[in-house]
């Protein structure tokens, strides 16, 4: 019980980890597509990457336990959901008049 329950919180860590690599090297491409002579290259071809990257790691994460890809699944989540409210935060939003 005790080595699931290591499992299960190792697999949320993951998670976490895994949303700030994709959401790490996503703030990167979008930096450099000003610069790029081809963005739409650049911005598809990342996008394939971190999504393949991404899956092979729930998979093995997972290791055909759908508890443990729950828990990583959620961790990811729950990184995007507070990375979004923090840059959103830092938005400055036009005043209506």
């Not at 949303?19 to 597509?33: A, D, E, M, N, P």
């Amino acid at each position: 019980m005790m080595d699931e329950s290591f499992r299960l919180v190792s697999a949320f860590a993951i998670g976490l980890a895994l949303g700030v690599f994709y959401l790490g090297t996503l703030w990167v491409v979008v930096q450099r597509l000003h610069r790029s002579k081809r963005p739409g290259v650049l911005l598809l071809s990342s996008a394939v990457i971190r999504i393949g990257l991404l899956l092979v790691a729930w998979y093995w994460v997972a290791d055909g336990n759908w508890e443990r890809l729950l828990a990583c699944l959620l961790g990811f989540l729950i990184l995007r959901f507070a990375a979004t409210r923090w840059v959103m935060a830092g938005v400055k939003r036009p005043v209506a008049s």
